[in-house]
């Protein structure tokens, strides 16, 4: 008997059931049974003639299958459609003496077995038992499916908010470094090239990129603290006296105070703080020693004393890296820290000038930009 479709009732069931044996009355018996009670069927009556009512592309949520079968048996059956048609579960069917073969068949893969004879109900409790581990095993699935995509949903909402926290965070940064600007002119290409400086140092130590943000915001804010700087005195053009000098320096304590309450910049207002400590001690605000200063400003004073001798100053002409080089190896274990020092004379020499030369450009970019702007 060719293979052929039974239907029975008025009602359209979701669960369409392949029933495969090669001896035509069992096939009518168990698809009768099944129709009963709503269940659509097809028959095959060869493992080959089943494959290729799959192949053909039908859909079954289940598949019934004789064990024993010429041409292609239910084992046989079972491992060609094991791989092409995983989420179809296989009940084999079987006589009691080949129980055997049947629970190995179980464990490649089939989902349970009947033995022959076996009543409408056996029948319809093993169908049902199959049916619900199949529904349970496509819900699952596509909660995970979803899962997955609701993860992938949000992680790219974290990604767009941290892009524009970050965003923010610049934005924060060009704001205290503007607010500067306007009170000293003077200071930002040198906070620039000091932050350049300071981040190609804490690189070559070999510093994670979260310590190095860390240690670039507090370089490029370090002076922020000369927001509270009466004019007369951050300003004035001669030498400064010594009460003078004790409102200055009390600049890296105002410029903690201003940074301590943003969030974000808890971590380098410590930097700020500590930016004029000496490794020795004598340095100030809090006369810190060795490792008390925070890594980041211990990495700072090289950098700011590098910047600082190879600019022009009122009262002198901008000195070569070189005689910088040879300054801050004088001053290791004193105002600066061996190891940082050791990093610092290991980098090639011609790198700083190029740094500077351009971060100067980009600075008169932008200060050209804002002039033509204006006018």
């Known amino acids: 008997m060719e293979p052929n479709s039974r239907y029975t009732g008025n ?5 369409r059931i392949l029933v495969v044996d090669d001896e035509d009355a069992i096939r009518e018996i168990v698809c009768s049974m099944l129709a009963a009670a709503n269940y659509k069927t097809r028959q095959a009556s060869s493992g080959l003639k089943a494959l290729a009512l799959l192949d053909a592309g039908e859909e079954f949520e289940l598949m019934l299958s004789d064990l024993m079968m010429a041409d292609l048996d239910g084992i046989g059956l079972l491992e060609r459609t094991k791989e092409g048609y995983p989420d179809m579960p296989v009940v084999m069917v079987t006589a009691v003496h080949d129980i055997s073969v049947a629970l190995a068949a179980i464990r490649n893969g089939a989902y349970d077995y009947l033995l022959k004879p076996f009543e409408r109900e056996q029948l319809l409790a093993t169908v049902r ?3 619900e581990n199949r529904r349970l095993k496509m819900e699952n699935r596509k909660y995970q499916t979803e899962l997955e995509s609701l993860v992938d949903a949000r992680t790219k909402q974290l990604q767009t908010a941290m892009a524009d926290l970050e965003r923010s965070y610049s934005m924060t940064l060009e704001a205290l470094g503007g607010a500067l600007d306007l009170k000293d002119a003077e200071t930002e290409g040198h906070s620039r090239r000091v932050t350049v400086f300071t981040i190609a140092i804490a690189r070559a130590m070999g510093l994670s990129k979260e310590q190095i943000d860390v240690i670039a915001r507090g370089a490029f804010l370090h002076d922020i603290g000369k927001m509270a700087i009466p004019d007369a005195i951050l300003r004035k053009p001669g030498k400064l006296d010594p009460d003078e000098i004790t409102i200055m320096r009390e600049h890296c304590y105002h410029g903690y105070q201003i940074l301590k309450k943003i969030p974000f910049l808890k971590e380098a ?3 700020v703080y500590a930016h004029q400590e000496h490794f020795d001690g004598s340095g100030y605000p809090q006369q810190l020693k060795g490792e008390e200063i925070p890594l980041g400003a211990r990495i700072f004073s090289v950098a700011d004393t590098l910047d600082a001798m190879t600019c022009d100053r009122p009262y002198r002409k901008a000195q070569s890296v070189a005689a910088a080089r040879a300054e ?3 001053w290791s274990g004193r105002q600066f820290d ?3 020092v050791k990093v610092f004379l290991d980098m090639p020499e011609k790198i700083w000038p190029d ?3 351009e971060i100067d450009s980009q600075v008169n970019r932008f200060a050209y930009s804002t002039a033509k702007s204006s006018s």
């Open 11 to 15: 009602a359209m069931p979701a669960e």
């Open 129 to 131: 038992r199959a049916l």
């Open 269 to 271: 207002a410590e930097i």
């Open 328 to 330: 801050i190896e004088l």
């Open 338 to 340: 061996p190891e940082v």
């Open 355 to 357: 740094l500077r030369k």
